[in-house]
Every structure is written in C-alpha cells, then in structure tokens.
C-alpha cells in the first residue's frame, strides 16, 4: 500500500549541511506517523526524528536537537530531513519509515536507505 523511497545523500565535510527526501507513493493517511532512523556499521539501528503527517508536532532525539529539522509536504507526499552542523558520528545510513496507523510505537512501512557520510 505504501511505499518509500529516500534520496539526497552522500559526503559532506563536517560542518556541512544535507537535505534527506523521503518520497511515499500510495495513500498516507492524516494520523500516521512519519519519522527518520539511521544505522551505522556494527551499531543498533536509532531514532532520529519524527513528525505527524496532519500538523506539525515534532520530536528529536537528543544527538541531533538543534541541528536537525524534519518537515512534510503533503502536496508531494514527501517528508524531509534537514540536517545541518553534520558530524562524523552522524556518518550512517539514514532510513525513512511510516507507522501508518498512528501508534507512535510500530513503523510497518521502510525504505531502503539513503547513505549519509561525513568526513572530519
């Protein structure tokens, strides 16, 4: 029903800036649940970000308050992730995922990755 595709990585000098997309097709509903997860080599997959598809309620983990923003735009069906500042530790593959159904706890729909390198 749904699926998502992410684009807008690659290597960036620390300091620097990148645009992540995540493009949806299929129908998302107004009480899903849109966020951002990024896995590095031998590390457990984290949460980055998120956001409500109908409004604007946000929520960061701590790594990246400040210097991330994620943003939605419904005419498109796609959500963004602006992250500036970058770091090395923020060197990973970046994965845009749907909790379709609201729950703020189970995301049934993934992308496969988009790979974010920063260099120091």
């Known amino acids: 029903q749904v699926q998502l595709v992410e684009s807008g990585g690659g290597l960036v000098q620390a300091g620097g800036s990148l645009r992540l997309s995540c493009e949806a097709s299929?129908?998302?509903?107004?009480?899903?649940?849109m966020g951002w997860f990024r896995q590095a080599p031998g590390k457990e997959r984290e949460f980055v970000a998120r956001?409500?598809?109908?409004?604007?309620?946000?929520y960061y983990a701590d790594s990246v308050k400040g210097r991330f923003t994620i943003s939605r735009d419904h005419a498109k069906n796609t959500v963004y992730l602006q992250m500036n500042s970058l770091r090395p530790e923020d060197t990973a593959v970046y994965y845009c995922?749907?909790?379709?159904?609201?729950?703020?706890?189970?995301?049934?729909?993934w992308g496969q990755g988009t790979q974010v390198t920063v260099a120091s």
């Open positions: 995922a749907a909790d379709s159904r609201g729950t703020w706890s189970r995301y049934d729909y």
């Open positions: 299929g129908r998302i509903f107004s009480s899903a649940i």
């Open positions: 956001i409500r598809w109908s409004g604007d309620s946000t």
